[in-house]
T-cell receptor, first 111, second 112 residues
Framework: DGGITQSPKYLFRKEGQNVTLSCEQN?????MYWYRQDPGQGLRLIYY???????QKGDIAEGYSVSREKKESFPLTVTSAQKNPTAFYLC??????????FGPGTRLLVL | AQSVTQLGSHVSVSEGALVLLRCNYS??????LFWYVQYPNQGLQLLLK??????LVKGINGFEAEFKKSETSFHLTKPSAHMSDAAEYFC??????????FGQGTTLQVKP
């Protein structure tokens, strides 16, 4: 069954803690993306990767980091430098920059 | 810079009524255009996309959208709303790098 999986569905972060959100796809897509969604603000691009071992900052990369060691995986780390991390995080992938398909999302909450 | 504007953050219709969600894009070159739907606490699901093959694009769940270059618009319509259509809808345009630019979203409420 092909698709994009994100885990966990809910994640709680304590002050000063780094947390990592998982995104995996078995669609053989080249490109992967991370978005942040806040109420009333649509989706904002955090990072994207068009090829393994390469990634670019999006519009709101500060306080986040990523890696792309495998084609199938694009984990996002929310660092302690991100002062307002509470949001819904969406991962997407596409084949050669065409239609993006989205995962089910991870909701990050701060304790 | 490319931008996408969705007119109306909330739209309310009665069940069985016409659904019209408005989207305008700003670009000197017609981009690829998309409509996505999002149900609460879920990811985005592709409804339809315009890739210059035809100006009237049919999607899933009875939705369609018409690309009008002269108006730089890509409005989403459905002839008869169903309760299950209640969700948030996003219009998006792709840049030449494959990045998507999203509108702010429109929440569709369907009243019985």
């Amino acid at each position: 069954d092909g698709g994009i999986t994100q885990s966990p569905k809910y994640l709680f972060r304590k002050e000063g803690q780094n947390v990592t959100l998982s995104c995996e796809q078995n669609l053989n897509h080249d490109a992967m993306y991370w978005y942040r969604q806040d109420p009333g603000q649509g989706l904002r691009l955090i990072y994207y990767s068009q090829i393994v071992n390469d990634f670019q900052k999006g519009d709101i990369a500060e306080g986040y980091s990523v890696s792309r060691e495998k084609k199938e995986s694009f984990p996002l780390t929310v660092t302690s430098a991100q002062k307002n991390p509470t949001a819904f995080y969406l991962c997407a992938s596409s084949y050669k920059g065409e239609t993006q398909y989205f995962g089910p999302g991870t909701r990050l909450l701060v304790l | 810079a490319q931008s996408v504007t969705q007119l109306g953050s909330h739209v309310s219709v009665s069940e069985g009524a016409l659904v019209l969600l408005r989207c305008n894009y700003s670009s000197s070159v017609p981009p690829y255009l998309f409509w996505y739907v999002q149900y609460p606490n879920q990811g985005l699901q592709l409804l339809l996309k315009y890739t210059s093959a035809a100006t009237l694009v049919k999607g899933i769940n009875g939705f369609e959208a018409e690309f009008k270059k002269s108006e730089t618009s890509f409005h989403l319509t459905k002839p008869s709303a169903h309760m299950s259509d209640a969700a948030e809808y996003f219009c998006a345009a792709s840049s030449n790098t494959g990045k998507l630019i999203f509108g702010q979203g429109t929440t569709l409420q369907v009243k019985p």
